[in-house]
């Protein structure tokens, strides 16, 4: 997570590559960022499979960005949202993005706006390409966002077999690189930095709202608070 908050962060909706059920939550994640200022939904709103849009956008302060179908097959939103981001970034008037779609063909965007250092949050489905998942700032997905908010009996893992064991070997590696007291404990701000540039990781995907929860549910580490409210974390095996 970032350290200070951001102030113009400009909110980007694929509405034909995701749901508006979403929207609630990612405009929360958003919020703890800064202020969402620009809000903006792209697709053929002509369509009837987009008419969910209409009271979403209204309720959310959305603006909807029309784009009609040039061809039989292909639509203009893409080009139309990249081309919005770029003149976003070059006129210098957001300090962050939040892009909203599972289509991996933002992927050449995201890696464009973060060679400039901007910091962007992708969401979307878990069929998103990996590539597009990686190269975000952090990727979350919708469905868990979702979830999360009508969790009520603690967090719990989530994902299967596989995507847990990259979690458990990612954290492990991050806690491995990490700095280390004379007794084995490494700062846990220092651990989520090392997780966070090694890949889009964020805890909110496997069911815990911070860090600080995730370890508290791993049996192989031992949290210590100390001066100032430093949360230091030690492997036991």
């Given at each position: 997570?970032?350290d ?6 400009a ?7 995701t749901?508006p059920?979403?929207?609630?939550p990612?405009?929360t ?16 709103f002509?369509?009837?499979?987009l008419?969910n ?6 309720d ?7 784009h ?6 292909k ?8 081309i919005?981001?770029?003149?976003l970034?070059?006129q ?5 993005f ?5 289509d991996?063909?933002f ?7 973060r ?6 949050y992708?969401?979307?489905?878990k069929?998103t ?14 469905d868990?966002?979702i ?51 090694r890949?889009?990781?964020?805890v909110?995907?496997?069911?815990f709202k911070n860090l ?11 949290l210590?608070?100390?001066?100032g409210?430093?949360?230091?974390v030690k492997?036991?095996?």
């Amino acid at each position: 997570m970032v350290d200070t908050e951001l102030k113009n962060i400009a909110l980007l909706i694929d509405a034909d590559n995701t749901s508006p059920k979403g929207i609630d939550p990612v405009l929360t994640v958003m919020a703890k960022l800064g202020q969402v200022n620009i809000r903006r939904a792209y697709g053929n709103f002509a369509k009837s499979n987009l008419a969910n849009w209409e009271k979403i956008t209204n309720d959310f302060g959305i603006s909807p960005q029309q784009h009609f179908d040039v061809s039989k097959g292909k639509n203009a939103t893409d080009m139309a949202m990249t081309i919005d981001a770029i003149d976003l970034l070059y006129q210098r008037k957001v300090d962050g993005f939040g892009i909203m779609s599972s289509d991996g063909d933002f992927t050449p965007l995201v890696t464009r706006l973060r060679q400039e250092g901007v910091i962007v949050y992708g969401f979307g489905e878990k069929k998103t390409p990996e590539p597009f998942q990686a190269v975000c700032t952090r990727f979350l997905f919708i469905d868990d966002l979702i979830a999360s908010t009508t969790q009520s009996d603690g967090p719990k893992k989530r994902g299967d077999k596989n995507e847990l064991k990259k979690l458990d070997a990612l954290v492990n590696a991050a806690h491995a690189e990490a700095k280390k007291d004379e007794n084995g404990f490494a700062r846990l701000s220092q651990i989520g930095q090392i997780a966070g540039n090694r890949s889009s990781f964020d805890v909110r995907n496997y069911g815990f709202k911070n860090l600080r929860e995730l370890f508290e549910a791993m049996e192989n580490f031992a949290l210590e608070k100390r001066e100032g409210n430093q949360i230091y974390v030690k492997r036991l095996r």
